[in-house]
């Protein structure tokens, strides 16, 4: 299994921002995808996921209403488009896949692979 994060980078507060997400290796048919970040000194958490229809879609508080993931089942992509960027947003940010998309949001889910993840940093 496969999954290569791309797209991060410094913005400044405010700005947007597109990470992509590549999976390969395996079938994804049928799994939901998610987002996560872990800031510097912190433990990985949720962000964002989507359903594999795209249909439903369940964000964490903290980036609601500024943040959207879509995607690209004939790609094995997931997408995560992020505005209003605030420092606080300051993470590498990671993707994963589940065949539950309950489980994605789970405090301290782990699965076995992940990707190196893209760096975002934003500035005040």
């Known amino acids: 299994v496969q999954l290569v994060e791309s797209g991060g980078g410094l913005v400044q507060a405010g700005g947007s921002l597109r990470l992509s997400c590549a999976a390969s290796?395996?079938?994804?048919?049928?799994?939901?995808m998610g987002w996560f970040r872990q800031a510097p000194g912190k433990a990985r958490e949720f962000a964002a996921a989507i359903s594999w229809s795209g249909g439903t879609t369940y964000y964490a508080d903290s980036v609601k209403g500024r943040f959207t993931i879509s995607r690209d089942n004939a790609k094995n992509t997931v997408y995560l488009q992020m505005n209003s960027l605030k420092p606080g947003d300051t993470a590498v940010y990671y993707c994963?896949?589940?065949?539950?998309?309950?489980?994605?949001?789970?405090?301290?889910?782990?699965?076995?692979?992940w990707g190196q993840g893209t760096q975002v940093t934003v500035s005040s």
């Open positions: 290796g395996r079938t994804f048919r049928g799994y939901a």
């Open positions: 994963n896949a589940d065949p539950s998309m309950g489980r994605l949001s789970l405090p301290g889910v782990e699965y076995d692979y």
